[in-house]
C-alpha cells in the first residue's frame, strides 16, 4: 500500500491531499467533499478506507487552499470547484503514479455537483460516479450530457436532497441508480448507515471501473432500490 501526502499544481494555488494506491490498483477514486469540509474529514477517510480495502485507489485532497476556505461564498463557487476538479483529474493522468489508474469520482453534498459537472466535461473518461447526499440541483446544466454510470445514495430522512436527486435521475442519459438508505439523514450519522452507504459505493465502482465509458455491458439500467 503506497500512501503519501501529496501537493496538486493547479492554474492559481496548490491543493493538498493523500493519495493512497493498494497493490494492483487500476482504478482511482478521486473525491470531490461538501462545503466546509477537507480532505481531513471523517466521513470520506472512512469511505476511502472502505474501497482501499477492496483495491481501489483513494485521492483524498482540498478543492481550496487555506486562504481561499475562509471566503465563505468560495465554498459554494460551483464553477470554480468543477474548474479545480477538472485540472486534478488532469494532474493524475499525468502523473506517473496514477496514471495507468482509470479515474473514477465520488462526490458529496456540494461536491457531488463538482463531480457531476466534471464527468460532463471529460466524456469518455470517467466510468463512474458516486452522489452522496449530493445536491446535484447544483449541476443541473450538466446532467444531461453525463456518459458516466451513476450512482446516487441519498438518506430517507433528506427529504429536499432526495426529491432533487429524483428528479436529477430522471434526466441522466446512462446507466444510473438511485440507493434510499432507510432511516439515514443527509450525513448519514445514524449507527451503520455511513457503513451501508461505503459499502454501496464500493461495489459500484468495482462493478463499472472494467466497463469503458458509454458501454452498457454489466450496467444497471434505472433503478431505485430502498434499503433497510
Known amino acids: 500500500m503506497y500512501t503519501r501526502q501529496i501537493e496538486i499544481p493547479v492554474s492559481e494555488t496548490v491543493l493538498h491531499g493523500v493519495l493512497t494506491i493498494p497493490d494492483g490498483a487500476k482504478s482511482l477514486v478521486i473525491f470531490s467533499h461538501g462545503s466546509g469540509s477537507?480532505?481531513?474529514s471523517p466521513r470520506n477517510k472512512y469511505v476511502a478506507g472502505v474501497l482501499q480495502d477492496e483495491g481501489l485507489a483513494t485521492l483524498l485532497f482540498d478543492l481550496l487552499d487555506p486562504e481561499e476556505e475562509l471566503n465563505f461564498s468560495a465554498r459554494f463557487n460551483i464553477p470554480l470547484l468543477t474548474k479545480r476538479l477538472v485540472e486534478v483529474i488532469e494532474w493524475?493522468?499525468?502523473?506517473?503514479?496514477?496514471g495507468n489508474l482509470t479515474?473514477?469520482?465520488f462526490g458529496a453534498s456540494t461536491?457531488?455537483?463538482?463531480?457531476?459537472n466534471a464527468a460532463a466535461m471529460r466524456?469518455?473518461?470517467?466510468?463512474?460516479?458516486v452522489s452522496r447526499g449530493g445536491r446535484v440541483d447544483l449541476a443541473s446544466d450538466s446532467i444531461g450530457n453525463i456518459d458516466s454510470a451513476v450512482l446516487f445514495i441519498v438518506g430517507e430522512l433528506d427529504f429536499e436532497v432526495l426529491r432533487?436527486?429524483?428528479s436529477a435521475m430522471s434526466r441522466l442519459r446512462g446507466p444510473k441508480k438511485l440507493e434510499v438508505i432507510a432511516g439515514a439523514s443527509h450525513l448519514f450519522e445514524e449507527s451503520g448507515k455511513l457503513e451501508r452507504a461505503a459499502r454501496i459505493a464500493c461495489n459500484w465502482f468495482l462493478k463499472h471501473s472494467s466497463f469503458p465509458v458509454g458501454s452498457t455491458a454489466g450496467k444497471s439500467t434505472a433503478e431505485t432500490v430502498e434499503m433497510h
Not at 493524475?92 to 496514477?98: F, N, W, Y
Not at 461536491?111 to 457531476?116: D, N, Q
Request: without cysteine.
Open 38 to 40: 477537507s480532505h481531513k
Open 92 to 98: 493524475a493522468r499525468a502523473d506517473k503514479r496514477t
Open 103 to 105: 479515474p473514477m469520482l
Open 111 to 116: 461536491g457531488a455537483a463538482s463531480a457531476l
Open 123 to 129: 466524456p469518455g473518461e470517467i466510468p463512474a460516479v
Open 164 to 166: 432533487l436527486n429524483r
